[in-house]
């Protein structure tokens, strides 16, 4: 049995990894092909393409780089083609997926599969996706559970997994004096997200100098980071161990919008949510996007419990109020604690290893 995994960024990887190792349990000797990150590669994968080079978010963003990735699009689909796979997985990304995915439909005809794991956020945005992702695809994966009616009524074999995050038991520890900064995973995220918070890291560290600064990221942009904040006394991690240690120590998080928010909910870290981006993109986003908030915590309880600080809210002004708020009252972050255990209850399908439910579905 052939498989292909593609994903294209590093909340992706993650899942992917823990997809493969439950693959290998089932099927030792079974060939993965496709892309994938770090951890992928950890587990055997020969990624085609670095997924750095996919590292864009945004809709303007991608516009001035479409030659780049379609001649990345191109590549994927020959080897795809070439390969003739039993199966095909897309994580996460769905821009990408879906194309891909149109494109290599003749397979069907000698029997491959395709399966998302995922969903796109067709609740918030570009509902149109639902009926696309219907017709394009065999079965999918959604990591909340009041996704899965926005594709059946299309006829798309759809199942609510959880989130794979959560289902590793974890203890959550006395915070220790950490103030942590999350840029983002994607070098426009983080060069756009560090320099507006260049000045607030600045402040915390001579406001809260009994506190130690951290900022996780991924060894690529460790020169990056390091070139727009020109300070070594800030410890910056790449390291997966180390960065799932420091996220259950710290006292607080300031975090770029993500998946990464979900790991800080997991380890009842007090959070501040904040992104920007470019113009043109955040004017797209503010006439389309159908929610309020970014945080999915907050959209599923439909009220601001993580603070946001989004586009022209990202304001030093803003920050410093909720960092200083955050670490001097207990109130404040015990609030932010309630919904985290809570909302950390409702990640899982009775409470199954994620990974384990898809595997037994499509071996």
Known sequence: MKIVMI?????????????????????????????????????GLKSWIDIKEFSTIGVFEVLIR???????????????????????????????????????????????????????????????????????????????????????????????????IFFEKIKTKKKKKIILFLPGSRKTEIVRNLNLLNKTIKYTKKEFKDFKICILSFKPYLKLINLILNDNEINIITDFKKKQQVLNDSFLAVASSGSVTLELCKFKTPTIVVYDTHIITRLIIKLFVKVKYASIMNIMFNKEIIPEFLFEKFKFINLTKQINKLIKFKKERKIQEYYMNKFSKLMLNRGIKPSKIIVDKIL
């Open 7 to 43: 994903v294209t960024e590093p909340s992706g990887d993650f899942l992917g990894f823990q997809l493969m190792k439950e693959i290998k349990k089932k099927k030792k000797n079974i060939a993965i092909h496709g892309l994938g990150g770090e951890l992928m590669q950890s587990c």
């Open 66 to 164: 479409i030659f780049k990735f379609m001649k990345m699009l191109n590549l994927v689909e020959k080897k795809i083609m070439d390969l003739k796979p039993d199966l095909v997985i897309t994580i996460d990304s769905p821009s990408f997926s879906y194309r891909l995915i149109k494109r290599i439909q003749k397979l069907r005809e000698s029997g491959s599969r395709f399966i998302h794991y995922v969903a796109p956020t067709v609740w918030a945005w570009k509902k149109y996706r639902a009926k696309i992702f219907s017709h394009l695809y065999d079965e999918l994966f959604t990591l909340f559970n009041f996704e899965p009616r926005y594709f059946k009524k299309y006829g798309l074999k759809t199942t609510f997994v959880g989130h794979e």
